[in-house]
C-alpha cells in the first residue's frame, strides 16, 4: 500500500500527524470538562497531553506498524475570521482488530471551532481517505449516545446509525449508552 501524502488540505482546513509542540495545543481543549465528558478518559493534565502526543505521533497511516492515522485539525492561513492557523481539534481511524477492512473513526472539536462546519470537512476527507486511498469496505463510530453533537456529525457526513446500545459501558461512574453509526464503501455519495 502506498503511504498517505500527508497533510490532508481542504478548503479550510489542513490535517497533519502530530508534532511534540501539539501537547501544549491539545491541551486547552483536551483539558475541559465539557469536551472530556463523553470521553473514556479524564480531562487532560500536562503530563497526559504530552504522553498522549508522544504516541499519537506514531500513528502516521493504517500501513504502518500502528495501524492508525492521527491528524491535528488546524485552520489554514487566512481565513476571513481568524489570524493565523490554529489548532482546532483532531480526528482518527484506526483499523479495527484483525481487520485490513474495517476501521473505526472518531474526532474531537474545540467547542470554540463549532457551528463553522469544520468537523464535517475534516471527518468527509478522512473518509474519503479512507474508502479512495486505504480501499476500506466499512468505516464506523461509537459514542455516548448523550454527545448529540457527535451524533449529528455523523449523520451530517453520511453515516448511518446502526445501533442503540443501552447501559453496556461503565464510564465514570455510571452506566452509560453508546451510539454506533456506520458506513460502507457502497453507501458513498459521489459529488
Known sequence: ?????????TDR?????????????????YSREDVS??????????EVARAQVAERMHRTGLETESR?????????????????SHVIGDIAIWLDDGSDE????GWILDPAASGHGFATEAAIAVLNVA????????????????????????????MRE??????????????????IFGMLSSDRQTA
Not at 1 to 9: C, I, R, S
Not at 13 to 29: N, Q, V, W
Not at 102 to 105: D, G, L, T, V, Y
Open 1 to 9: 500500500m502506498e503511504p498517505l501524502e500527508l497533510p490532508l488540505t
Open 13 to 29: 482546513l489542513r490535517l497533519r500527524t502530530y508534532r511534540e509542540s501539539d501537547a501544549e495545543t491539545h491541551l486547552p481543549i
Open 37 to 46: 465528558r463523553f470521553l473514556l478518559e479524564d480531562p487532560w493534565t500536562a
Open 68 to 84: 492508525a492515522l492521527a491528524l491535528v485539525i488546524e485552520t489554514v492561513d487566512g481565513l476571513d475570521s481568524l489570524e493565523g
Open 102 to 105: 474495517k476501521a473505526e473513526i
Open 131 to 158: 474508502f479512495d486511498h486505504y480501499g476500506l469496505h466499512r468505516v464506523f463510530a461509537q459514542m455516548d449516545a448523550r454527545n448529540t453533537a457527535s451524533a449529528k456529525l455523523a449523520r451530517r457526513i453520511g
Open 162 to 179: 446502526e445501533a442503540h446500545l443501552r447501559k453496556d459501558w461503565w464510564s465514570k461512574g455510571e452506566w452509560t449508552d453508546t451510539l
